[in-house]
């Protein structure tokens, strides 16, 4: 479980199939809790127009064995840059991808994407129901209006 970005110069992946998300052991294992990441700026290309799309992500996760590595997901998450796929596409396979590499005891990941045509989408995703005594805080992310 050698980390392979952190501490090291990194380029961004040219596709979410070639990043490389690192995991390193969970210091707290033996108890439910809880892990957000968020991230208020991804993009990634609509595969009918190939114009930019925008997201607010927020993911949540309870650690097993094992922790995502931050800079590690920050290079998977940015390769989407490039990456031509519905929303849907997107939010739930970055939840899949994540929850089969690192087997957490939970994750859930919901994808707040700003409109396309007029509409926005949002698409949530979880592994199934949250560890008993977990506390689950809400995203509070804001229904559409300018994504705050």
Same mark, same amino acid.
Request: with cysteine; glycine share 6%; hydrophobic share 40%.
């Given at each position: 479980m050698t980390p392979t970005h952190l501490g090291k110069p990194s380029t961004l992946p040219a596709s979410p199939e070639e990043a490389v998300l690192d995991y390193? &052991?969970?210091?707290? @294992?033996?108890? &439910?809790?809880?892990?957000?990441? +968020? %991230? =208020?700026?991804? +993009? !990634?290309?609509? &595969?009918? +127009?190939?114009? =930019?799309?925008? /997201? $607010?992500?927020? *993911?949540?996760? /309870? =650690? /097993? %064995? +094992? *922790?995502?590595? !931050? #800079?590690?997901? #920050?290079?998977?998450?940015?390769?989407?840059?490039? $990456?031509? %796929?519905? $929303?849907?596409?997107? @939010?739930?396979? *970055?939840?899949e991808r994540l929850f089969a590499e690192m087997a957490p005891l939970w994750l859930r990941i919901g994808g707040y994407w700003y409109p396309r045509g007029g509409i926005p989408i949002d698409v949530f995703w979880q592994s199934g129901p949250p560890p008993e005594g977990l506390w689950l805080p809400s995203q509070d992310v804001p229904g559409y209006r300018g994504r705050g």
């Open positions: 390193v &052991p969970n210091p707290r @294992t033996g108890r &439910p809790y809880l892990v957000r990441f +968020t %991230a =208020p700026e991804f +993009t !990634s290309l609509c &595969p009918v +127009t190939a114009q =930019p799309d925008f /997201a $607010h992500l927020v *993911i949540d996760y /309870a =650690p /097993a %064995a +094992t *922790i995502v590595e !931050s #800079k590690s997901l #920050k290079l998977f998450l940015g390769s989407f840059r490039n $990456h031509q %796929a519905f $929303h849907e596409d997107c @939010t739930v396979g *970055i939840g």
